[in-house]
Structures are given as C-alpha cells and as structure tokens.
C-alpha cells in the first residue's frame, strides 16, 4: 500500500494505491529491482464480482485504464529519475484521475510483454483473495507459509480464512471471534446466495 512518499505518489497524491504484477515472476522481478528485501508478502487476487462465488455485494465491474496505449511507463521511468514530466505528460496524469478508475494497467520495467497494475483504493476493494503468502527470506530458516482464500478452478472461497493472519515465523492464526463479525456474515450470505443460483 501506498504511504504517500513513492513515485506513484507524486502523480496521485492524496490517492492510496496498491501494487500488482500478472505474475509472480514479473512481481519477484519489481521487487529486485527496486530493492525491496526478501521479506515478501504477496497476493494472489480475482475481480469479485465477476466471480461464480462471489463474496461481497459489489457487483460493479472494473473500471480499468490501458496505461500501455498512453505509455504511462514512461512517466514512470521520468518520475524515478526525478525528471520533469512535460505538459501533454501532466494532462495525462489528470485525465487518468478525472476518470476515477479502478486500475490502470502499464508496461512492466523488468520483464518483456508483461503487465504491472496500479490499483486504487476503490479497485482495491472489488478484489477477492485467493492465496496470501508470506516467506521471510531473511530469516536464517527463510520461514514461510500461505493463507488460501479460494481453491479449485471455480475459485470457491473459504469464507472463514478472511480472519486469519501470520504471526512470528509465518506462524497463520484466526483473528478471534472473525465468524461473528459483520465482514465474515456478509461475505457468508453472498457466498451462499452464489451457491443457490447455481444449483438452481
């Protein structure tokens, strides 16, 4: 996420945005190169709302913007080498903003025909998770461990793994009382409503 002080921030400022690759290769490919450890924490996530099961009530679709066709990677590459962006550049940033997308696809600086995108705080919440993985690679014993949210092809969700975390050592716990929360029983009824449909 996003804490107001990285190169995306001062195209959107104000804006929480997040990070992803199409790939975990093209993703491992980013964070070396810009140096980001080897702790990882990585996500694999799905649009919500398109899904056969989905979890919540959102069913509005993506809005995503083609940064590859406005060459949005080269305002990228000048943001990093703190480089002036010219006017046609800024009045591309703006439109983008006007626009108020969900995500923006763009170029990949580490791998050829790849795909990074920048999803913004209101794309962010369409997506459902379907695996976290955490690997310490800095630990001498390089501990990790995975969090699925959704198996199978039909990406059936496990509603109740929502609630779970990593403690110390990759350790995966379940937040107490998750299974009463209010996030839990939505994303349960949706779920089950989903099931209905499809058995009808």
């Not at 790939?23 to 056969?52: P, R």
């Not at 997308?101 to 050829?112: F, G, M």
Request: aromatic share 10%; hydrophobic share 30%; proline share 2%.
């Amino acid at each position: 996420m996003n804490q107001h002080d990285g190169r995306h921030s001062k195209l959107f400022s104000g804006e929480r945005i997040s990070y992803w690759a199409d790939s975990i290769e093209t993703a491992q490919a980013e964070v070396k190169k810009h140096d980001s450890g080897n702790n990882l924490l990585t996500f694999w996530a799905y649009d919500d709302a398109t899904s056969t099961f989905p979890t919540t009530s959102n069913s509005e679709p993506l809005i995503i913007i083609d940064g590859i066709e406005l060459g949005f990677k080269n305002i990228l590459d000048k943001i990093e080498n703190n480089e002036e962006i010219s006017v046609e550049e800024k009045r591309i940033v703006e439109k983008i903003s006007d626009e108020r997308p969900d995500c923006l696809a763009y170029s990949s600086h580490t791998k050829d025909a790849s795909v990074n995108f920048l999803f913004f705080e209101k794309g962010f919440r369409k997506l459902a998770l379907r695996e976290v993985r955490l690997r310490l690679g800095n630990k001498k014993g390089k501990d990790s461990n995975s969090i699925v949210c959704a198996m199978t092809s039909d990406y059936s969700p496990i509603v109740e793994n929502y609630g779970c975390y990593f403690e110390s050592l990759a350790k995966v716990c379940m937040k107490p009382g998750y299974e009463q929360s209010d996030e839990y029983k939505q994303r349960k009824k949706v779920y089950e409503d989903s099931l209905k449909k499809v058995q009808h």
